[in-house]
């Protein structure tokens, strides 16, 4: 039986999804299989990105055993990782398109949750011209840029259960 280094590639693999700028196929399975390597908090939690359109992207989460709160309910927590995937793979979309050498961080955020996450949540971000503005000013004036970005979670029945804004930091690389 001949064995395998595994090491060597989940290495390769590692060495792939790290590299700078950002340069990989932004496609819901590429995103998810880097969840597992950069985000694995988030992947064994179930988040999932769904839909990945030009102006928008669409993340789901599942409530199950891994990501409840003692109260039957899924872990704000969790509803969190998913809202920010929704407007983070936007941003990298973007860098990773206009070829621009920036840092992005999360700075700040804010969450209003509205009713109690059980079954089936999708967060939806549509703000995909707000980025393309701000790599544009960040471009142009080389200063470092904020950027906030809603992310909205539905229900199964259409419900409005979370309502996220992330405060995003760009700066450009030498």
Known sequence: MKHVNTNHLYLNCLKHLCQTP??????PST???FLLFKLPAAFFCGVRVKTLADDFCEVHVTFRWINQNPFGSMYFAVLNMAAELTTGVLVMRALSETGTRASMLVIGQQT???????GTITFKCEQQQLVADC???LSLSKDPQTLTLESEG???QGELVARSEFYW??????
Not at 112 to 118: E, G, I, V, Y
């Open 22 to 27: 950002i340069s990989m196929n932004f496609s």
């Open 31 to 33: 995103i998810n299989r």
């Open 112 to 118: 209003h949750f509205l009713k109690k996450a059980t």
């Open 135 to 137: 790599l544009k000013a």
């Open 154 to 156: 539905y229900n199964e």
């Open 169 to 174: 930091s760009l700066k450009q690389r030498a």
